[in-house]
Nanobody, 126 residues
Framework: QVQLVESGGGLVQAGGSLRLSCAAS????????MGWFRQAPGKEREFIAA????????SYADSVKGRFTISRDNALNTVYLQMNSLKPEDTAVYYC???????????????????WGQGTQVTVSS
């Protein structure tokens, strides 16, 4: 089992940047595929990005490709989401999640991830 705690959210102007972090407990962090999702008010939780267990492969939703970068540091049990060129439509609660998967997929549904953080709010003003 793994516990996840996100940080780094906040208020930023359109065109700005934020870096989210997600710290994981336990000694098995490197055995999980890690992902980031977001949920805006009145909308379903959507996949943003995922990274393989080693960090060597990544996948992104089309809506963030080229603007967001997911990375991980297995020595620090932490996954990151660097968000650049932010837009007002990026406003949402952002969640990190862990999945006991062997391979990385190009997209995920939320129910494919077993463990979730509490979320961090990102607000982008126009």
């Amino acid at each position: 089992q793994v516990q996840l705690v996100e940080s780094g959210g906040g208020l930023v102007q359109a065109g700005g940047s934020l870096r989210l972090s997600c710290a994981a407990s336990g000694r098995t962090f490197s055995t999980y595929v890690m992902g980031w999702f977001r949920q805006a008010p009145g909308k379903e939780r959507e996949f943003i990005a995922a990274i393989s267990r080693s960090g060597g492969s990544t996948s992104y939703a089309d809506s963030v490709k080229g603007r967001f970068t997911i990375s991980r540091d297995n020595a620090l049990n932490t996954v990151y989401l660097q968000m650049n060129s932010l837009k007002p439509e990026d406003t949402a609660v952002y969640y990190c999640a862990a999945a006991s998967s062997v391979y990385l997929s190009s997209s995920y549904r939320p129910n494919e991830f077993a463990y979730w953080g509490q979320g961090t709010q990102v607000t982008v003003s126009s």
